[in-house]
């Protein structure tokens, strides 16, 4: 069988839409927060992309919170390419991002821990969280609710 051609990338503005669209997708069935198309413009730099033969497949940011901290946010892939390895592919990618930037630890809030146990990700209490991170959590629909779980992986 021919292997797919995977490659991570920057993001770029016309990946916008798709980001919108993909994370959009998924927020409606709750499994992620929604975004608008200004605070994935904001974020962009913070975006790689994931494609496959050419074909944008998923999206995932890195976000430097400080000098120790990291943060992965907005991490799909296309529902059609679910479960084939390419959500670690992009996992490892933001890692690997993180230890460049000598960033010595990374967290993320999530909704499928049991993805990012086997990313190597431990559950941690939010309370270990700095209060810089709730900073963004104003503009969230859930606010003050939140039922995110918090979980970390040390570079
Ligand atoms: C979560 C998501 C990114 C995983 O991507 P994926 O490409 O399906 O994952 P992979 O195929 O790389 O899976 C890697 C491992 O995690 C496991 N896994 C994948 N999704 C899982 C889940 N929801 N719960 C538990 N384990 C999961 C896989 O079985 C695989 O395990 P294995 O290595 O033992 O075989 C993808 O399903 C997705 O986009 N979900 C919707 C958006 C979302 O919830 N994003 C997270 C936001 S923080």
Redesign the pocket.
């Known amino acids: 069988m021919v292997q797919p051609d995977i490659k991570m990338r920057k993001a770029r503005v016309t990946d916008s839409n798709y980001i919108k669209k ?2 959009n997708q ?1 927020a409606e069935n709750g ?2 927060l929604p975004i608008s198309i200004n605070m994935v413009y904001e974020r962009l730099r913070n975006f790689s992309i994931l494609e496959k033969d050419g074909k944008v497949i ?1 999206c ?1 940011a890195l976000k430097i919170v400080w000098k120790d901290l990291g943060e ?8 059609s ?11 490892n990618h933001l890692l690997e991002e993180a230890e460049k930037l000598e960033i010595k630890k990374v967290f ?12 190597g990700f431990s559950r941690i209490s939010k309370s270990k969280l700095p209060h810089k991170v709730w900073t963004d959590c104003i503009n969230c629909p859930k606010f003050p609710r939140c039922d ?1 779980i918090a979980m970390q992986f040390e570079l």
């Not at 992965?72 to 529902?79: E, G, L, N, T």
Request: aromatic share 12%; charged share 20%; no cysteine.
């Open positions: 993909l994370v998924y499994v992620m998923g995932g992965i946010r907005s991490v799909a892939i296309a529902p390419q679910n479960k084939k390895g390419y959500g670690r592919i992009l996992i993320v809030l999530t909704y499928v821990p049991g993805f990012f146990e086997k990313m995110e």
